[in-house]
C-alpha cells in the first residue's frame, strides 16, 4: 500500500466532482491511499496568482507543502495546475536559499516551515512510472476498443521540462500509452502540443476560445471520438469552451472530454453514474452507447 | 530560479524563435514576446509594463523550452505583471480571483449546491481549508493592498455595497 497526502485543490472538489469521483473509485484498485490534506487551500493558480505576485504564490503554495510534510508523505495532484505550482514551489524554494528564507519568514508568523522533504507527484506520472502500462492492461475488463481518442496533455504536466522533469515537453508519450494499454487508439492530430488557451481566460475570453477552436478543428479532421485531458482547467476549456465555440462560431464538433481517470474507470467496468460522466457539458451518452452497446 | 528579468533579456539575440512558438502570438496578433523584449533592450520598460498586451501571455511555456538563449520569456512576462500590479495596473477578473482565494481560501466558494453534487457521488466532505492563514499570508506579502482590497473579503464588500444602496 502507498499512501499519499491527497492534494484536491478547488476546481476539482468544488466544481468538477467526477475528477474527484473517477480518482477515489479507481486507485484503491493499485493500492493506493489518499490521506486528506486537513487546513489546505487553493494551491495557488500558476497563472493568475503568479502572474499578481510571486512572493503570494510561492508562500501559499509552501503552505501547502508544509501541512504534506508534516505527514510525512508525498503529495499527490490530480491537476496540472496544482502540479505546476507546487512542484515549482518545492523546487525553487529546495534550489534557492534566499527565496526559502524569505517565504519561511511569512510562514513562520503562522507557524510553519517549508523543510522539503517530500515529493510532489502528478497522477500521470504515478500511472505511467509507478504502476505502469502493463498492470493496467490488466485491470482493464472492457477494452476501449475501436475509441480514437485525442489526447490533450497541457502545457503544465511537461513545461518547464527544467523543473516538472517528467517525459519530453515537446513530444510526450506518457498519456498516450496509457490510453493504448486501456484498448484505445491515440490519434496523432496537429497542434497537439498547443496550449488550450485556458490560461487567458478570465483576460481574454475571444482569443481563448480561438486557441481552442485551433485544436478543435484538428481534433475533428481525424475523426476523434472523444478528447482526454488530466487537468480541469484544460477540461473546462474543451467542454465548456467548446459548448461556447459551437455557438459563437456556428460549428458543430460535439466531442465529448473525458479525464483519463474517467476512461480508465469505464474500462474497468465502473458504471458511467458512479464517475459522474452524466456531469459533462458536451453530452457523453452516444459515445457510452457506442462503447458499449446493451 | 531564472535572474531578473533586466539580466535575462540581456541574453536575448531576437531571434523569434520564441515568438514562433507562441500560440498567444499566432492568435491575439498583438502579443510578441520577441518584439516586447526588444522594447525593453532599447529603453522602453516602462511602456511595456503599462501595456495591457503583456496579459495575454497563457503561461504555457514553449518559449521557454525553445529559448537558444535561456532567456526564459515566460519568467521575464511573469515578473512585468508583478511590476504592473506593483504599479497598480492589474485586471479585473485577476483582482476578483486573488480576493475569492482571501475570502475562501479556494477560487471557488463552497456552497450547499456543491456539497449536495458531492454527497450524491458519494464524495466525503470538503475538508475544512484554514483561511486565516492563507489571509494572514496575503497580508504578510502585502498583495491585498496591491490589488486595494485592503482585507476585505467578497462577503464584505458585497455588504457594504448592499448598505450603500
Ligand atoms: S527565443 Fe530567446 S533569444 Fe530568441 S528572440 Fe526569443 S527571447 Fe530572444
Ligand atoms: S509562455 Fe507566454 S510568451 Fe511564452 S510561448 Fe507561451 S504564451 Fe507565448
Known amino acids: 500500500m502507498t499512501s499519499y497526502s491527497f492534494f484536491l485543490g478547488c476546481m476539482i472538489p ?82 534557492e536559499p534566499t527565496l526559502k528564507d524569505k517565504v519561511n519568514g511569512i510562514l513562520s508568523q503562522i507557524n510553519r516551515e517549508f523543510k522539503g522533504n517530500i515529493k510532489v ?12 502500462a502493463e498492470k493496467i492492461r490488466e485491470v482493464v475488463t472492457h477494452p476501449l476498443s475501436n475509441l480514437k481518442v485525442a489526447v490533450h496533455y497541457g502545457c503544465h504536466l511537461v513545461r518547464p521540462s527544467e523543473i516538472l522533469a517528467f517525459d519530453d515537453p515537446e513530444r510526450p508519450q506518457s498519456l498516450d500509452v496509457l490510453i493504448e494499454a486501456l484498448g484505445a487508439t491515440s490519434i496523432p492530430y496537429l497542434k497537439k502540443m498547443e496550449c488550450c488557451g485556458t490560461g487567458i481566460r478570465s483576460i481574454d475570453m475571444d482569443s481563448a476560445l480561438k486557441m481552442t477552436r485551433q485544436k478543435l478543428i484538428e481534433m475533428k479532421r481525424v475523426g476523434a471520438d472523444c ?68 | 530560479m531564472p535572474e ?23 492568435i491575439t496578433g498583438t502579443f510578441n514576446p520577441r518584439k516586447l523584449i526588444a522594447y525593453m533592450l532599447l529603453g522602453s520598460t516602462e511602456r511595456v509594463v503599462s501595456d495591457d498586451v503583456i496579459w495575454l501571455c497563457t503561461a504555457c511555456h514553449a518559449c521557454v523550452e525553445r529559448c537558444p538563449e535561456l532567456v526564459y520569456p515566460a519568467e521575464v512576462l511573469f515578473q512585468l505583471k508583478n511590476v504592473a500590479t ?76 448592499e448598505e450603500k444602496q
Open chain 1, 14 to 95: 468544488l466544481r468538477l466532482q467526477n475528477f474527484e469521483a473517477s480518482v477515489r473509485r479507481v486507485l484503491p484498485t493499485f493500492d493506493i491511499e489518499l490521506l486528506p490534506l486537513n487546513g489546505a487551500g487553493c494551491c495557488p493558480d500558476p497563472i493568475g496568482i503568479q502572474s499578481l505576485d510571486q512572493t503570494t504564490w510561492f508562500s501559499l503554495g509552501a503552505r501547502n507543502i508544509a501541512i504534506a510534510e508534516e505527514m510525512g508523505h508525498d503529495m499527490l495532484t490530480l491537476c496540472n495546475g496544482c502540479f505546476e505550482t507546487l512542484k515549482t514551489t518545492n523546487h525553487e524554494l529546495l534550489h
Open chain 1, 121 to 132: 507527484r502528478h497522477i500521470v506520472e504515478i500511472l505511467f512510472e509507478d504502476i505502469g
Open chain 1, 227 to 294: 478528447i482526454t485531458t488530466v487537468c480541469p482547467f484544460c477540461f473546462i476549456q474543451f467542454d465548456v469552451g467548446q459548448f461556447q465555440i459551437q455557438k459563437q462560431f456556428d460549428e458543430e464538433y460535439n466531442i465529448p472530454v473525458l479525464y483519463y481517470m474517467e476512461l480508465l474507470g469505464l474500462a474497468m467496468g465502473l458504471q458511467p453514474k458512479e464517475l459522474g460522466l452524466d456531469m459533462h457539458r458536451i453530452k457523453t451518452k452516444k459515445l457510452l452507447a457506442r462503447l458499449f452497446p446493451q
Open chain 2, 4 to 26: 531578473d528579468y533586466e539580466v535575462l533579456i540581456k541574453r536575448c539575440y531576437q531571434c523569434g524563435t520564441c515568438t514562433g512558438a507562441c500560440p498567444s502570438a499566432k
Open chain 2, 86 to 161: 506593483s504599479n497598480g495596473k492589474f485586471p479585473a477578473g485577476l483582482k476578483e480571483e486573488a480576493m475569492q482565494i482571501f475570502t475562501t481560501g479556494t477560487t471557488v466558494a463552497l456552497s450547499s449546491p456543491i456539497e449536495r453534487r458531492r454527497k450524491k457521488l458519494g464524495l466525503p466532505e470538503f475538508p475544512e481549508v484554514n483561511v486565516d492563514e492563507i489571509q494572514k499570508i496575503m497580508e504578510l506579502t502585502g498583495i491585498d493592498k496591491k490589488l486595494e482590497f485592503n482585507g476585505t473579503t467578497l462577503k464584505e464588500q458585497k455588504d457594504e455595497e
